[in-house]
């Protein structure tokens, strides 16, 4: 399978597990202000994706009425779908009880909300698209 860069990417194609139980000592260390933010399709239920916002962040995404998230491993502001055309109109921000994580309430404006392609090279709906088989390995949802 090919990645938007139209190489093979093990971490994002393939069936190894490699969980990156570090991400949020990391995000810490490089010093970002930021919450995770869970994206959930409105009319579905389905969790797309966790991304990151700092205040600036948010602050585009309640104006704008569409997703705006951090990238930590840029260091920058970004639109989700500026560039794909798979934006997030927002529903609804939701904050959870210690006020450390938030919740997108969307809907997809797009066919996708992943970042990846799939097998037929259209978008994917959301970035869960595998499944736990083992501690090691990882499968496909058909």
């Known amino acids: 399978m090919l990645t938007l860069m139209g190489q093979?990417?093990?971490?994002?194609?393939g069936t190894v597990q490699q969980?990156?139980?570090?991400k949020?000592?990391?995000?810490?260390?490089?010093?970002?202000?930021?919450?995770?933010?869970?994206?959930?399709?409105?009319?579905?239920?389905?969790?797309?994706f966790v991304g990151y916002a700092n205040e600036e962040a948010l602050r585009m995404t309640l104006e704008m009425k569409s997703a705006v998230l951090y990238s930590t491993s840029r260091n920058q502001i970004w639109h989700k779908g500026a560039t794909s055309g798979d934006t997030l109109s927002l529903i609804d921000v939701r904050v959870n009880c210690e006020q450390n994580s938030l919740l997108y309430l969307v809907t997809r404006d797009g066919r996708g909300a992943c970042h990846t392609l799939g097998a037929d090279g259209s978008s994917r709906s959301g970035c869960y698209y595998r499944s736990l088989t083992t501690i090691e390995d990882l499968a496909f949802i058909q």
């Open 8 to 13: 093979a990417n093990d971490l994002e194609e």
């Open 19 to 22: 969980l990156d139980f570090d």
């Open 24 to 48: 949020i000592g990391g995000v810490g260390r490089d010093g970002h202000q930021v919450l995770p933010v869970v994206l959930q399709e409105v009319e579905s239920g389905e969790v797309l």
